[in-house]
């Protein structure tokens, strides 16, 4: 276990567990984090401001997080309010909650499903590396063995299937698209921005439903302006398209034409 060091990683994975909570006894699900080989350590005191200058080390292993905590960056934005049933932040911690009664989810509770989950989920290219910049200043970790490895899928990738691109604007008049991915098997979507010149702006996976994508896209400040199905024959197009005008038209988007 790697105790009391500071992380900085844009390598990370949200992995999905069920457990039954110790707090009101039901099944509930709920994840953990794991970070890549990729992260930097370095070692924390009490003196935080020389945590800048110390070297920083890579991790070189995989590692559960245990806890996290101290002066962080990012951690709320990019854990916390995006998957909020999962994860609370509590006296300056990230904590596990239960989907059901909101207590806190032990690590003790949820280190062994994570990381069994997580050597499981990944050898079937069902993990995505969330790719985006966390710091905290304390973070105790658990490493796993020695030649862990994972098949990391990154988008598009074979699990998920594209479904719409729309074209968008930006409030600056920038044209672009939108393209919105579904996967069956994790049951959930993702989009990807790109610009005018197709190149990748932004990803994000990890959406229960298209309410989030359209708020995603929404905070995003674009405007869509055209929707195209990825393949014109295809059913699962089609409804896609169906069901996300009618989440669109539920925001309070009127279509045009
Ligand atoms: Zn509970």
């Not at 708020?215 to 409804?239: D, E, F, I």
Request: net charge negative; charged share 20%; proline share 4%.
């Amino acid at each position: 276990m790697t105790h009391n060091r500071s992380l900085l990683t844009k390598e990370w994975y949200k992995v999905p567990i069920s457990i039954d909570c110790p707090g009101c006894g039901a099944q509930t699900r709920s994840a953990g984090i794991v970070v890549g080989p990729s992260s930097l350590v370095n070692a924390a005191d009490s003196s935080e401001n020389d945590v800048l200058k110390r070297p920083w080390t890579p991790l070189d292993a995989f590692a559960f997080v245990e806890s996290l905590g101290g002066r962080t960056k990012n951690v709320e934005q990019f854990i916390v309010n995006r998957f909020h049933n999962a994860f609370e932040f509590r006296n300056d911690h990230l904590l596990a909650i239960c989907q059901h009664c909101g207590e806190s989810l032990s690590p003790a509770a949820t280190r062994s499903v994570a990381m069994n989950g997580f050597v499981r989920l990944g050898q079937r290219r069902l993990l995505v590396n969330e790719r985006m910049l966390l710091f905290a200043s304390h973070v105790v970790l658990t490493e796993f063995h020695g030649g862990t490895s994972i098949e990391e899928s990154g988008l598009p990738h074979p699990d998920y299937a594209l479904m719409l691109i729309c074209d968008a604007e930006s409030t600056g008049g920038e044209t672009g698209t939108v393209e919105l991915w579904h996967s069956i098997a994790r049951n959930d979507y993702a989009i990807t921005v790109k610009g005018h010149e197709g190149r990748e702006i932004c990803r994000d996976t990890l959406h229960d439903d298209l309410a989030g994508v359209v708020a995603t896209v929404s905070n995003l400040g674009l405007v869509l302006t055209q929707l195209h199905l990825a393949q014109p024959s295809s059913p699962y197009c089609r409804l896609a398209r169906d069901l996300f005008l009618e989440t669109l038209a539920h925001a309070g988007y009127r279509q045009e034409n």
